[in-house]
């Protein structure tokens, strides 16, 4: 029993950071349109700074605070770069973003080198649980509680819906569409800089870290068609939890794989119902 | 035009006579590349879909290749059965995720080329991690491609044997039933164009060409393992395409080339002395992004479809 308990916990912790990444990919998608190819990028981005930050003798708290900070500001950048420009297509923001996350690749070699890094997190554990864990639990919850906050009580959180649900009437009522779009990349990064900095100590990152994590967001993300905040939670813990069964019980080497194939069942069974939901 | 078709065609074949050894290696890989990239660029400029799994075939290729020369397979045959076999696979893997569109089939090609990855690199038939060693040269009833200079010239011809149905693709029926696919999907199956059909036959032979550089590809090389075909060889497949120019055979071929000697170059000059470890993977890292975000952004039809309005 304290075995299941224990691959549940850590299942939770894992899927907290797909649930994290796939946030991001919803709240850009849903803005903008675009699916934001470099949103595993944020998360290396966010945790290879904190390697730095903790290096230089920033305090534990701080250090991760900037680096979710900084991949934030990295957010806003890759907005201006993949809709900054007018007339360029949600296709064409794809394929933008793809190019970024090749150029962070090129930053991040710059300045961390290739090979894995990690950094200490919570020590100690709870009845064979990391404390950390507990921790990545934690945070998740108030950090995707506030954002639900943010989107239904506030003013800013309902021009992002507006912009969401009809760009040209949100314009009409004096909405700042391209500014809605930029400040939804800075949430995105800021979520996935989060789910880095959070996953790290349990797990290295490396510059080409990305691709899973881009990965295993979407397909948390896809559960909801992208746009549905909520299934993006239930996506990324069930994946989560299935792979550290899977993990556990099964074989470790198939653990990446459930994502994937999870991601495309989801899409398949999706696609035969795709024109009922492109015309609704 | 004519005249840019005439100097490529000069080019290919003496250029592999008077590179030096190393060169001869770079002009190889362009090639292979450019194979897998003329297939790419039908697929996602006729059927409209990004793909970013054609490594994938690359790698089915190369395996069944591998595979079957190991086995004692007549090397030509193993060659041969190098893009039946990613077709086939294409085939398979087409029905089902061909319905998806734009972002999802991105995601989705994606998805299956990390699986089948994972797999070869699990897989104690194909070498695992390791790969295939010893793979012996490809022969032709007794004659042994063994000089790299016969792969160069095999590889022009390969090439040349992509282009060619690439062309008769885009210039027969199927072809003006894609374009009218592309403008409008129900416009065009309203009018009788089998819509996924079609599309299916592009995914198809898109594969096939991939296959066929990576039978080459195992040949040349003698050696295959799961991390000849990462992920971002299929990106770069796609930034080779989106330079060229979507759609266009000669723009696949522009774009792979462009793209394989800008980052030669770079790659030449960070290994000089003096420059830093890193630097050869950082620059050749920023071309691509930077060529392909400018190209989308700036000049979204591609160079040669631009070049081609301009004259």
Request: hydrophobic content about 55%.
């Amino acid at each position: 029993m304290g075995e299941l308990a224990q691959y549940l916990v850590t299942g939770v912790g894992l899927g907290c950071a797909y649930a994290l990444t796939g946030s991001g990919l919803v709240v850009i998608y849903r803005v903008t349109r675009v699916v934001n190819f470099a949103q595993g990028s944020f998360a290396v981005l966010g945790a290879l700074t904190v390697t730095t930050l903790l290096a230089a003798g920033l305090p534990h708290g701080v250090a991760e605070g900037l680096g979710v900070l900084l991949a934030g500001l990295v957010g806003v950048l890759v907005g201006v770069v993949a809709t900054g420009k007018p007339g360029t297509t949600p296709q064409a923001g794809l394929i933008v973003t793809l190019g970024l996350g090749v150029f962070a690749y090129a930053v991040e070699i710059f300045f961390w080198g290739d090979q894995p890094r990690s950094f200490p997190g919570l020590p100690g554990a709870v009845g064979g649980i990391q404390t950390h864990y507990l921790l990545i639990i934690g945070v998740t919850a108030v950090v995707l509680g506030a954002t639900a906050l943010l989107f239904a009580r506030t003013d800013l959180g309902r021009a992002l819906t507006a912009t969401a649900a009809d760009p040209y009437a949100a314009r009409a009522v004096g909405i700042d569409v391209v500014r809605m779009g930029l400040f939804a990349f800075a949430v995105g990064g800021a979520l996935g800089g989060l789910a880095g900095v959070l996953i790290t100590p349990v797990q290295q990152v490396s510059f080409d870290s990305d691709v899973a994590l881009v990965v295993s967001g979407f397909s948390a993300a896809i559960l909801g068609n992208l746009t549905r905040p909520g299934l993006t939670l239930v996506g990324g813990l069930l994946l989560g939890v299935v792979q550290a069964l899977v993990g556990g019980y099964l074989s470790t080497a198939y653990q990446s794989e459930v994502a994937l194939i999870f991601m495309l069942v989801v899409l398949i069974a999706r696609a035969g119902r795709r024109d009922l939901v492109e015309a609704a | 035009m004519k005249w840019a078709y005439a100097v490529a065609a000069v080019g290919a074949l003496v250029l592999p006579v008077v590179l030096a050894p190393g060169q001869l290696t770079v002009f190889i890989l362009l090639g292979l590349s450019a194979m897998a990239v003329v297939g790419l660029s039908l697929l996602m400029g006729y059927a409209g879909q990004v793909s970013l799994g054609q490594a994938a075939f690359t790698a089915l290729g190369a395996y069944t290749s591998g595979l079957l020369s190991l086995h004692h397979a007549p090397p030509l045959l193993a060659l041969v059965a190098a893009p039946v076999a990613a077709a086939l696979a294409a085939v398979v893997v087409g029905v089902p995720i061909l319905r998806l569109r734009g972002h999802q089939l991105a995601f989705a090609t994606l998805a299956l080329q990390i699986l089948l990855l994972s797999v070869l690199s699990g897989a104690q038939w194909a070498g695992g991690a390791v790969g295939l060693q010893g793979l012996p040269y490809l022969s032709v009833g007794g004659f042994e491609l063994d000089q790299d200079l016969d792969y160069a010239y095999l590889v022009v011809g390969g090439v040349l044997l992509v282009s060619l149905i690439a062309h008769r693709l885009v210039h027969s029926r199927v072809g003006r039933g894609l374009r009218a696919l592309a403008t409008g999907e129900m416009a065009a199956e309203a009018s009788g164009v089998p819509v996924g059909a079609y599309r299916l036959l592009v995914f198809a032979v898109s594969a096939a060409f991939a296959g066929l550089a990576g039978g080459i590809y195992c040949f040349f090389l003698g050696y295959l393992a799961p991390g000849s075909f990462p992920v971002l060889l299929s990106i770069e497949y796609v930034v080779m395409a989106v330079v060229g120019g979507l759609g266009s055979i000669a723009g696949a071929l522009l774009g792979a080339a462009l793209i394989t000697v800008v980052v030669q170059l770079l790659t030449s000059l960070a290994t000089q002395p003096g420059m830093p470890s890193y630097a050869p993977s950082v620059l050749s890292y920023a071309v691509y992004a930077l060529l392909l975000i400018a190209v989308v952004l700036f000049v979204p039809k591609g160079i040669v479809p631009t070049l081609r309005r301009s004259l």
